[in-house]
């Protein structure tokens, strides 16, 4: 998005596809409202973003403006300009604006909760016998084999980072909190070297190895779930308008979206939310008046615009207001996903990740260990131990 005003404030931005497109959008729709103000956004690979934000922020040439995971603001807090003075915070849900909080500040306005589910293909489930959903680990498996003795791949949690979206809320479902506060510091310590950690790292082995619902490349079943060729797979709220008509990835087949908690031994419903939150690094070397701009442009896209970014986005809205909004219930989004995140968030089946000064570090010392048993390298123990141990032996 460029920006064309007396008074420019340079943002960084990781939305991609679903969200990236009605993101920019609301930008432009501010710059045409503002007076003598505009927001310019550049797109950071989703990959490279927060090594590139820390370096600008620890360099001196930060962005003005910069969207930051909940999980991920702690490495940034000491670098961002506390909001509470500029913002009010009483529009926003407290369970959301809460992850925003250190030491009594507020540092980030949040836009939403992004939870996760699965997004299946309501075609091939009739296929096989399954016009509901499958709402047990014992019925996910018969469903996931009819699908593969059909022909289909049948389900995929994703690689890399994507797979904790599945894994953590698998464990946590289960009675445990799989990454607790470590004792006496700010990190968090590896609870899943355990009954619990050992049966959801089993179960992979279960689906990937030894049934093979999926590739053990991921890739192909995205690939072959935009075909009609796959059955489900695990995404997020973000999803419904990359998929829904007039998307990048538009599906050509009836779809839907369902709770995840059908893990093993589950007794809780869990699923892996995040939340978009917009910050501003701090520069003392930048103008009062690009300052106040940007925190005109925070109010208006997560408070302004917030039932928007629900509707357009596809994501939980962060103020109350819009959550709670007959306009969000009347909307072609509700009806297809978002009524489903809204009854997991109401039934308190959100588990947040932990925000820490390594989050990355910790995240993937347990992504890689989940891959290799995906993969066939290395076998449920030892995965589990693996990961366990590089998580206890991290310095926070």
């Not at 989703?46 to 360099?59: A, H, Q, V």
């Not at 003005?64 to 915070?89: C, G, K, R």
Request: hydrophobic share 35%; proline share 6%.
């Amino acid at each position: 998005v460029e920006a064309d005003a007396d008074t420019v404030v340079t943002m960084w931005s990781l939305l991609i596809g679903g969200d990236g497109e009605p993101f920019e959008d609301m930008v432009r729709d501010f710059n045409e409202q503002a007076d003598g103000m505009a927001v310019e956004v550049t797109r950071v690979p989703w990959g490279e973003y927060y090594d590139r934000l820390f370096t600008s922020m620890t360099g001196g040439d930060p962005p003005d403006l910069a969207i930051y995971h909940t999980a991920q603001i702690p490495q940034f807090v000491d670098s961002m300009v506390p909001l509470n003075d500029h913002i009010s915070f009483d529009p926003y849900l407290d369970n959301i604006a809460a992850a925003t909080e250190f030491d009594g500040d507020h540092v980030s306005a949040p836009m939403d909760a992004h939870p996760a589910a699965t997004y299946y293909n309501k075609e091939l489930y009739a296929e096989v016998g399954y016009e509901e959903p499958p709402t047990s680990w014992d019925e996910f498996i018969e469903l996931n084999d009819a699908l593969v003795d059909a022909g289909y791949g049948a389900y995929d949690a994703g690689e890399d980072v994507h797979s904790l979206r599945v894994w953590l809320p698998w464990v946590a479902g289960r009675g445990t909190d799989p990454l607790p506060p470590a004792a006496g510091g700010d990190g968090v310590e590896a609870n899943f070297n355990n009954d619990d950690g050992l049966a959801v790292m089993e179960s992979w082995q279960t689906a990937y190895q030894e049934k093979e619902w999926a590739e053990v490349d991921s890739a192909t079943s995205w690939e072959s779930f935009n075909q009609g060729e796959h059955a489900a797979i695990n995404d997020g709220t973000w999803a419904f308008s990359r998929y829904s008509e007039g998307g990048p990835e538009e599906l050509d087949f009836e779809w839907g979206v369902y709770n995840p908690s059908v893990g093993p031994g589950m007794d809780q419903g869990k699923t892996l939310a995040d939340s978009h939150t917009l910050g501003i690094p701090r520069n003392p070397n930048r103008d009062d008046d690009i300052e106040q701009a940007a925190i005109r442009a925070i109010e208006y896209l997560t408070q302004d615009r917030n039932a928007d970014w629900g509707m357009q986005a596809g994501h939980l809205p962060a103020t109350e207001e819009a959550f709670n909004s007959d306009e969000l219930r009347n909307s072609d989004v509700w009806d297809k996903s978002l009524n489903v995140f809204y009854e997991m968030a109401t039934n308190d089946q959100l588990y947040y990740q932990p925000p820490t000064t390594s989050t990355n570090e910790y995240t993937n010392a347990l992504y890689q260990n989940v891959d290799t048993v995906r993969a066939g390298e290395k076998d449920p123990q030892t995965a589990v131990e693996d990961a366990a141990q590089t998580i206890n032996n991290i310095q926070w």
